[in-house]
């Protein structure tokens, strides 16, 4: 029997109404660019006020600026997707914040900073788009989670933890979705080439280079190539992967 794989004549996402987070740069953009090709209609949502040019680039995008770490925010931007393209398939969960302190460094409203982005905000979008899926009769989740929700840095209390959380949190979304054709995975995403760590740290790029070397492919990685998994997973061709933590981190931890 010959493998699933996306057609050249149709889109493997053709039909599919996806709702991505995080999506004005970086990994969430490309997700947004790859999927949007593939055939899907994508509900583009991002704090920054950048991401309301989406929709000028890509057909069928539409955008919202929103705080995830609102409840109402995801039970508008849902609303969007339902509204407007009828329905919600696909939920890419990629809005995330770090903070880079020690453990005695970090402060309780830094900790609840990077709490509320990656792990509440994560959940009442989720939470969302099973409402959402079950009326569908099913979909796919996909989370941008970290190396560090199983291998641990300095510097990295408040981020690994809510990271940790986030696998955990797939892990339990999977389970209770499954009987409602529901798949739910996060990938495990080593260093990537983005702006996400130059608010916090004057010198960015030497310490994202410095990650090179301390993996086998010699380099971090490009935000396409994390989009690729993501859009991987919540495709028809991972349709018996749910629950998993995909590590795509250059063998990072395989070292």
Same mark, same amino acid.
């Given at each position: 029997m010959?493998?699933?794989?996306?057609?050249?004549?149709?889109?493997?996402?053709?039909?599919?109404?996806?709702?991505?987070?995080?999506?004005?740069?970086?990994?969430?953009?490309?997700?947004?660019?790859?999927?949007? %090709?593939?055939?899907?209609?994508?509900?583009?949502?991002?704090?920054?006020?950048?991401?309301?040019?989406?929709?000028?680039?890509?057909?069928?995008?539409?955008?919202?600026?929103?705080?995830?770490?609102?409840?109402?925010?995801?039970?508008r931007?849902?609303?969007?997707?339902?509204?407007?393209?009828?329905?919600?398939?696909?939920?890419?969960?990629?809005?995330?914040?770090? @903070?880079?302190?020690s453990?005695?460094?970090?402060?309780?409203?830094?900790?609840?900073?990077?709490?509320? @982005?990656?792990?509440?905000?994560?959940?009442?979008?989720?939470?969302?788009?099973?409402?959402?899926?079950?009326?569908?009769?099913?979909?796919?989740?996909?989370?941008?989670?970290?190396?560090?929700?199983?291998?641990?840095?300095?510097?990295?209390?408040?981020?690994?933890?809510s990271?940790?959380?986030?696998?955990q949190?797939?892990?339990?979304?999977?389970?209770?979705?499954?009987?409602?054709?529901?798949?739910a995975?996060?990938v495990?995403?080593?260093?990537v080439?983005?702006?996400?760590?130059?608010?916090?740290?004057?010198?960015?790029?030497?310490?994202?280079?410095?990650?090179?070397?301390?993996?086998?492919?010699?380099? @971090? %990685?490009?935000?396409?190539?994390?989009?690729?998994?993501?859009?991987?997973? @919540?495709?028809?061709?991972?349709?018996?992967?749910?629950?998993?933590?995909?590590a795509?981190?250059?063998?990072?931890?395989?070292?």
């Open positions: 010959a493998s699933a794989s996306p057609s050249d004549d149709i889109p493997e996402f053709t039909e599919k109404v996806a709702l991505v987070t995080g999506a004005a740069s970086g990994v969430g953009r490309e997700t947004v660019a790859l999927l949007n %090709a593939r055939g899907a209609r994508v509900v583009a949502v991002d704090l920054r006020p950048d991401i309301e040019t989406l929709p000028e680039e890509f057909p069928a995008v539409v955008a919202m600026r929103g705080d995830i770490t609102q409840e109402e925010t995801a039970l931007a849902v609303r969007l997707a339902v509204d407007t393209f009828g329905g919600l398939d696909i939920l890419v969960n990629n809005a995330g914040r770090t @903070v880079n302190k453990v005695t460094d970090t402060t309780a409203e830094e900790w609840d900073a990077v709490m509320a @982005v990656n792990v509440r905000g994560s959940f009442f979008c989720a939470r969302e788009a099973f409402r959402a899926m079950k009326a569908r009769g099913g979909g796919a989740i996909v989370s941008t989670g970290s190396y560090t929700c199983t291998v641990a840095l300095p510097e990295g209390a408040a981020y690994s933890a990271k940790g959380a986030l696998a949190l797939t892990k339990v979304l999977a389970v209770e979705g499954g009987p409602l054709g529901i798949r995975n996060v495990a995403a080593g260093v080439e983005t702006d996400f760590l130059d608010t916090i740290r004057s010198d960015s790029r030497a310490y994202l280079a410095s990650f090179a070397d301390a993996q086998p492919l010699g380099r @971090v %990685a490009r935000p396409e190539e994390i989009a690729e998994v993501l859009c991987f997973l @919540v495709s028809p061709r991972s349709s018996f992967i749910t629950g998993a933590v995909v795509a981190d250059g063998g990072f931890t395989a070292v």
